[in-house]
């Protein structure tokens, strides 16, 4: 193992042991129960991490997919550049760091039989944002959002609670904004501010750029020049969009509200033609 892969690992905010709540909707946005994870991440001697996931899907996911997710998978993760391999034999697939404490997967569960994209967000270095999708190939079987803590900081499974809508909480939010190439590399990196008016609208103003975002049936994004036209939709404390402009630029955005702690993160892609263009992460605090 290299020096750099070294500091990769040891640095890696997700190691030790987390207490996990799951929350399994079904692609309409329906609550179906939640799925409780003690979840491991152990540095290994041959600078693998060996992730082991406890699995208990609550009795309302008996006829659910979801509830067969359950046992005790094991697999291996590999720090690969900035880049983690998931090496089997439980999962197969690939994540990719945009942020500090921010990352997205995809791969397979090839025993469990479904495919999936994951994410995971930490808002606070104690407090994780998690969740993803699990796929029959392109059909979505359950879009799962939830909350880990680190077993030193709790004794018993984190929850989401409270308000699932960000203006529900408060009407002014600010943090950190980071800009991201899609090689990784940190473009831009400041103090971010967001305002929320009574009828849901927002504004996100960083350094000389100002989004205003306007959700009613669909959603509409305008900054100085440009104006995305897309569809949004909410499911449980998560807020996902995907947004067009009519010269082939698009906007895919994903929110995850933690209300009870005052935490937002938002996470925004941006496509030209569908090439990936620049990532951009934003952490927020309620004020």
């Given at each position: 193992m290299t020096?750099?892969?070294?500091?990769?690992?040891?640095?890696?905010?997700?190691?030790g042991a987390w207490l996990v709540t799951e929350y399994v909707y079904n692609p309409n946005g329906r609550f179906m129960g939640t799925i409780h994870q003690r979840r491991e991440l152990e540095q290994l001697d041959n600078g693998n991490i060996r992730v082991i996931q406890h699995c208990h899907p609550d009795d309302r996911?008996?006829?659910h997919p979801m509830?067969?997710?359950?046992?005790?998978?094991v697999f291996e993760l590999q720090v690969d550049g900035r880049y983690r391999r998931y090496l089997g034999p439980a999962v197969i697939g690939t994540g990719i760091p945009w942020s500090e404490g921010v990352m997205t997967g995809s791969g397979v569960w090839p025993k469990f039989g479904y495919n999936f994209r994951s994410f995971g967000f930490l808002a606070t270095p104690t407090r994780q944002l998690t969740g993803g999708k699990f796929f029959n190939a392109t059909e979505m079987v359950a879009n799962i959002v939830?909350?880990?803590?680190?077993?030193?900081?709790t004794e018993t499974y984190p929850e989401l609670d409270g308000a699932v809508f960000a203006n529900e909480v408060s009407s002014i939010w600010q943090g950190s904004y980071r800009l991201v190439s899609p090689s990784g590399e940190v473009l831009q990196e400041e103090n971010c501010?967001?305002?929320?008016?009574?009828?849901?609208?927002?504004?996100?103003v960083i350094s000389e750029q100002d989004y205003l975002f306007d959700?009613?049936?669909?959603?509409?994004?305008?900054?100085?020049?440009?104006?995305?036209?897309?569809?949004a939709k909410q499911t449980g404390w998560m807020l996902e969009a995907e947004l067009y402009e009519k010269n082939g630029r698009s906007l895919h955005i994903q929110e995850v509200l933690d209300s009870s702690f005052?935490?937002?993160?938002?996470?925004?892609?941006?496509?030209?033609?569908?090439?990936?263009?620049r990532v951009e992460v934003a952490k927020l605090k309620a004020v």
């Open positions: 020096n750099d892969q070294r500091q990769n690992v040891s640095s890696d905010k997700f190691l996911l008996a006829e509830g067969r997710f359950t046992g005790t998978p939830g909350v880990a803590m680190p077993e030193t900081e501010e967001r305002r929320y008016a009574e009828n849901g609208r927002w504004r996100d959700i009613q049936e669909r959603i509409i994004c305008r900054n100085q020049s440009e104006t995305y036209i897309g569809i005052g935490n937002l993160v938002s996470l925004r892609h941006w496509y030209q033609d569908g090439e990936l263009e």
